[in-house]
């Protein structure tokens, strides 16, 4: 590129993410207050209580958002000029260390060990686990986008990030699969020749399969789904599908729920979109669907107007991520699929996650400022 | 890097697209449950957020005759805690235990149990309930309840009955009736939380109960105490188990009084009677013994005990003879003191024999050869038909439960003994009832009637909603038959065996019996007395029996005079006024006159005075020889044999 033209060239910044993103989070921060009141009352003495942590990290992630927007993403594969390494590489190894210290230590929730204490901080070491795939993965095809052509490329890729699904699928089998969809979608995306990923497609159908059904605590999961009416573990999810279905065309107003009345234990964790439901009814609903899918539109359009492949991927990756999180979440508590643990993003409930989010997204912004365009 | 990177933007559409499309399948599956599903999930979701609380319904009254309230209300409150609103349990539980003395620990069981709610004390006094709630304790509720309440604590207990804790009628006219008493409670709907928390301003659903319609009855309170006090009067004299007076009026079959003595308190009914307390103070019962004891308390003897009536039965063999026709008032019998009948003989109750005597003297004498002699003309299977048109096969259908019916041989087992003895009222039983409405039919002209306390029913407002109304069966016994048996019955209590029942001013007819209760030769006898007055026309029949006397115990010298009393009383009551004949005003000093002046008098003189007059006692009163006052007035008219007090100085 001759310098010449750059200076006519504007670096481009995608506010309309930018608000969505922000849309998105005080909803969030108003769901919870709905969902979180009566509970914190009740044990805390402080309705407000979920809500003002909540508020704090938002405020908290706000700035590293926009902080991480403003570094040029080829930043993370470059090599430090000291150290000789590059930042990427510390992630990833981060990431390898502390899910195994998660494995050994830490603190359980809900019969899977997958959080680390410190302090008043409780945090869970596969959010960044996924930003990490993101990136790593795309840093690993870009590198050499034609090996992905075949076979041996998409598994060499495999093979890297294969200690980080492993740990991870061990207690938290929904975010191994969310690691597994950015890695392979990556991979699909970047790839010449599709033919091998339908291949793989299948295996992972029947490695799914197998892990689904051979560890008990998710077997219990099968049945429950599929006789949610009576099955003992159904009951969080028919309570969602109460709190969804009374809600009807338009909802009982917000603040209404009478499900989240400890009808559904922590609404404003995973099944919190039931509540959005049941308050909002169908029209609130879509609406919510209507504003992630404009989200992931903007995501995609930064992915094929990127600089270059590795921010065309990241775009592509955290796509990935945010798209397969809702769908999961969405279909949980339409009892679509089997009940498994995955938040509703910017929305559900948990600061740790909303800041890794919002870092997350700065990096997307970011790459979404590298993108330049003639005036 | 252009032709790769196109590639790249088509397989990202295409995973756009995907994506697009698994939202799209989320969002029909939204909408399959939140419009087609909507309302059979939201019920179900409602069910699940609806707490009910019931608003327990007004039990109807029960009224008498003249229109006073047996069986009323009285509000009472129901105590309970929620578990999850209690805020200081140890308060709580202290408060309540003091005020409703309850144990500490009971009342701790039920505050720490994990309930929605749980009710620590119901039928609370209103006054405590306040009490209560003027302590304003979070998590303790008052519910405003009624409790029955009988304001003449023990009349007619065994005839009204009494209410359980749910205001269900547990036995008597409560339970007849229970369906039109009881009402239909009203509930409130409201929402509570997963804890069971009401929510404060969720709208409430209130459906308000419907108050029980009203019994008005032919029960008659006056005339039930009448009778009451002249049976617990002779139950003490004769020492007697129990005393029973059935007062009926003998045209419609409405019954004035049920008298069972000793009765029970109604506000109570858990208690024992005095005469229980007496008999098992100090014992202690198992609580089986007690239910027993208890049952034996509230049973009503009239309709579900069945006993020989013994002589009074006689009627009923008399009218089946005078009705077939195969006695006259004038045949003679002849009575040596027994009768041979087939191998053995059936001794009459006075052991020399009555002689020589006509039909009508063999009524009179109650003599059993006589009716025997009857029986025997009438037969076995005639008399058997009798019995059924006169309703002794069949229960009288009195709108009380546990009615029992007669126990009879069957009629291919009944030879020339059975008959013999049947005749004068022995080898069978039948309830006092079954006896009382047979007497009616042959006294009434001939119409069955159906013994019955209800007479109508209305709602709270007072409007009528059903009269009710009784089967009646006409001609049992011809008018003649009814007319011919009026006139011996009267001649019974005139100059026979029942002339203790006799009452100046008054026609009364009736017929005494001596039972001797089984196993024979115990001892025990019950006497009793079929009465009905007046004897041309009758407007109230009575049957009083008295369970073991100890002492005499022929109904003619035991029953017959306590049936006299309450006739005396309910007669007058009835408006049936005295008509003395001139013998009776000479027999009985009946008439009046005029008080004379004693004031001023000596002691002495007026003495001399009063013994030209009728009184009956003289009371002095005061230290003295001067009367200064009298009462009566002097000047006033008054009844012969009135009392007298003079006011000595």
Same mark, same amino acid.
């Given at each position: 590129m001759e310098s010449g033209k750059k200076r006519k060239k504007k670096k481009y910044y995608d506010y309309s993410l930018l608000f969505?993103? *922000?849309?998105?989070?005080?909803?969030? @921060?108003? /769901?919870?207050?709905?969902?979180? !009141?009566?509970?914190?009352?009740?044990?805390?003495?402080?309705? /407000?209580?979920?809500?003002? +942590?909540? %508020?704090?990290?938002?405020?908290?992630?706000?700035?590293? /958002? @926009?902080?991480?927007?403003?570094?040029?993403?080829?930043?993370?594969?470059?090599?430090?000029? *000291?150290? +000789?390494?590059?930042?990427?590489?510390?992630?990833?190894?981060?990431?390898?260390?502390?899910?195994?210290?998660? @494995?050994?230590?830490?603190?359980? %929730?809900? &019969?899977?060990?997958?959080w680390i204490e410190i302090g008043d901080i409780r945090f869970q070491p596969s959010e960044v686990t996924k930003i990490c795939v993101v990136l790593f993965c795309s840093f690993m095809v870009q590198a050499a986008p034609r090996r992905l052509d075949n076979v041996k490329g998409f598994l060499r890729v495999g093979f890297y990030t294969?200690?980080?699904? &492993?740990?991870?699928?061990?207690?938290?089998?929904?975010?191994?699969?969310?690691?597994?969809?950015?890695?392979?979608?990556?991979?699909?995306?970047? !790839?010449?020749?599709?033919?091998?990923?339908?291949?793989? &497609?299948?295996?992972?159908?029947? %490695?799914?399969?197998?892990?689904?059904?051979?560890?008990?605590?998710? !077997?219990?999961?099968?049945?429950?789904?599929?006789n949610v009416e009576t099955h003992p573990k159904g009951f969080q999810t028919l309570q969602s599908l109460y709190a969804i279905a009374s809600g009807g065309l338009f909802g009982k107003g917000l603040g209404q729920s009478m499900q989240k009345l400890g009808f559904i234990p922590e609404a404003h964790n995973d099944m919190i979109f039931s509540i959005i439901c049941e308050e909002l009814g169908l029209f609130g609903a879509i609406s919510v669907i209507m504003l992630f899918i404009l989200l992931l539109w903007r995501i995609f359009s930064i992915a094929i107007s990127a600089q270059d492949l590795f921010g065309s991927l990241i775009a592509t990756g955290v796509f990935t991520q945010i798209a397969v999180q809702v769908l999961i979440n969405i279909a949980v508590v339409t009892n679509t699929i089997p009940n498994t643990g995955i938040p509703l993003p910017f929305i559900s409930y948990g600061g740790t996650s909303l800041l890794v989010l919002l870092a997350e997204m700065g990096i997307v912004l970011g790459v979404s400022n590298q993108i330049e365009y003639e005036r | 890097m252009t032709k790769h990177k196109s590639i790249h933007r088509k397989t990202l559409f295409f995973i756009v697209l995907m994506i697009i499309a698994a939202i799209l399948g989320l969002i029909v599956r939204l909408m399959y449950l939140m419009i087609f599903h909507s309302e059979q999930y939201a019920k179900r979701a409602k069910d699940l957020h609806e707490r009910e609380r019931s608003i327990k319904a007004e039990r109807g009254m029960i009224y008498d005759r003249t229109g006073l309230v047996i069986a009323d209300n009285k509000p009472v409150c129901t105590i309970s805690v929620i578990h999850n609103q209690i805020k200081d349990k140890e308060l709580v539980i202290s408060s309540l235990s003091e005020i409703l003395q309850l144990s500490e620990e009971t009342v701790r069981k039920r505050v720490e149990k994990y309930s929605s709610i749980e009710r620590i004390k119901s039928n609370v006094d209103k006054e405590t309930a306040d009490q209560i709630r003027n302590l304003g304790l979070d998590g303790v509720m008052v519910d405003e309840d009624y409790k029955r309440y009988y304001p003449y604590d023990d009349l007619a207990s065994r005839v009204l009955g009494f209410t359980g804790s749910d205001n269900q009628g547990i036995i008597g006219l409560e339970v007849e009736y229970d369906?039109?008493?009881?009402?239909?409670?009203?509930?409130?709907?409201?929402?509570?939380?997963?804890h069971g928390i009401e929510i404060d301003n969720a709208a409430e659903n209130r459906v308000e109960p419907i108050p029980g319609n009203s019994l008005y009855t032919s029960l008659d309170v006056t005339m039930q105490m009448y009778a009451e006090q002249a049976a617990k009067k002779v139950m003490e004299k004769k020492q007697a188990q129990r005393v029973s007076i059935i007062l009926m009026n003998p045209q419609n079959g409405e019954i004035y009084a049920m008298v069972n003595v000793p009765e029970f308190n109604l506000n109570s009914p858990y208690e024992f009677n005095e005469v229980l307390r007496e008999k098992y103070d100090n014992i202690t019962l198992t609580s089986e013994e007690k239910n027993t004891i208890l049952n034996t308390m509230w049973r009503n003897p009239c309709i579900s005990d069945t006993y020989e009536p013994g002589s009074t039965f006689k009627? =009923?063999?008399?009218?089946?003879?005078?009705?077939?026709?195969?006695?006259?008032?004038?045949?003679?019998?002849?009575?040596?003191?027994?009768?041979?009948?087939?191998?053995?003989?059936?001794?009459?109750?006075?052991?020399?024999?009555?002689?020589?005597?006509?039909?009508?003297?063999?009524?009179?004498?109650?003599?059993?050869?006589?009716f025997m002699e009857v029986g025997a003309r009438v037969g076995a299977e005639r008399m058997y038909d009798y019995y059924k048109t006169f309703g002794l096969r069949e229960k009288t259908g009195v709108d009380l439960p546990g009615e029992a019916n007669s126990i009879m041989h069957k009629l291919e087992n009944v030879e020339a003994v059975e008959l013999a003895t049947m005749s004068f009222g022995q080898s069978f039983q039948i309830t006092p009832l079954q006896l009382l409405r047979t007497a009616s039919a042959i006294i009434n002209g001939g119409t069955l009637v159906t013994p019955h306390f209800g007479v109508e029913i209305k709602n709270a407002e007072g409007t009528t909603i059903k009269t009710l109304t009784y089967e009646t069966k006409s001609q049992a016994v011809s008018k003649e038959t009814s007319e011919t048996m009026k006139m011996l019955l009267e001649a019974v209590v005139a100059d026979g065996s029942g002339k203790k029942a006799y009452?100046?001013?008054?026609?009364?007819?009736?017929?005494?019996?001596?039972?001797?209760?089984?196993?024979r030769r115990s001892g025990k006898y019950i006497s009793s007395f079929l009465g009905f007055a007046p004897a041309q026309d009758p407007k109230v029949i009575a049957l009083l029996m008295i369970d073991e006397p100890v002492g005499i115990y022929y109904g003619g010298t035991v029953a017959a005079p306590v049936v006299a009393e309450v006739l005396e009383n309910v007669l007058p009551y009835l408006g049936i006024e005295p008509a003395y004949s001139e013998q009776e005003i000479l027999t009985y000093e009946i008439g009046s006159f005029e008080i004379p002046d004693f004031i001023g008098k000596s002691k002495r003189e007026a003495e001399e005075?009063?013994?030209?007059?009728?009184?009956?006692?003289?009371?002095?009163?005061?230290?003295?020889?001067?009367?200064?006052?009298?009462?009566?007035?002097?000047?006033?008219? =008054?009844?012969?044999?009135?009392?007298?007090?003079?006011?000595?100085?």
């Open positions: 969505l993103i *922000l849309f998105l989070s005080c909803f969030g @921060l108003v /769901m919870i207050y709905s969902t979180s !009141s009566y509970n914190a009352a009740k044990y805390y003495g402080d309705a /407000m209580k979920y809500l003002k +942590r909540q %508020a704090l990290f938002l405020v908290m992630g706000i700035p590293i /958002m @926009l902080f991480v927007s403003k570094i040029n993403y080829h930043f993370y594969i470059k090599k430090f000029p *000291l150290f +000789r390494v590059k930042p990427i590489n510390i992630l990833y190894f981060l990431c390898l260390v502390l899910q195994a210290v998660v @494995l050994f230590s830490g603190s359980e %929730a809900g &019969g899977s060990q997958r294969l200690p980080l699904i &492993g740990l991870v699928v061990v207690e938290n089998f929904s975010t191994a699969l969310i690691i597994c969809a950015i890695m392979f979608v990556i991979c699909f995306v970047a !790839s010449r020749k599709k033919g091998y990923f339908i291949i793989f &497609g299948i295996l992972a159908a029947v %490695a799914g399969g197998i892990l689904i059904f051979g560890v008990s605590y998710r !077997s219990d999961r099968i049945d429950a789904w599929l | 369906s039109y008493l009881s009402g239909i409670n009203g509930k409130i709907l409201t929402l509570a939380t997963a009627v =009923v063999t008399a009218a089946a003879a005078l009705e077939e026709k195969v006695v006259s008032l004038t045949d003679r019998f002849f009575c040596p003191g027994y009768k041979k009948v087939e191998d053995r003989n059936i001794r009459c109750h006075k052991a020399g024999g009555h002689g020589s005597e006509s039909f009508v003297d063999g009524i009179k004498n109650s003599c059993n050869p006589v009452l100046p001013g008054f026609r009364i007819g009736g017929k005494t019996a001596t039972s001797e209760k089984l196993p005075i009063i013994s030209a007059y009728y009184f009956d006692e003289i009371y002095y009163i005061g230290e003295g020889d001067t009367v200064m006052e009298q009462f009566p007035l002097s000047g006033e008219m =008054v009844n012969k044999n009135s009392d007298l007090i003079l006011y000595l100085e």
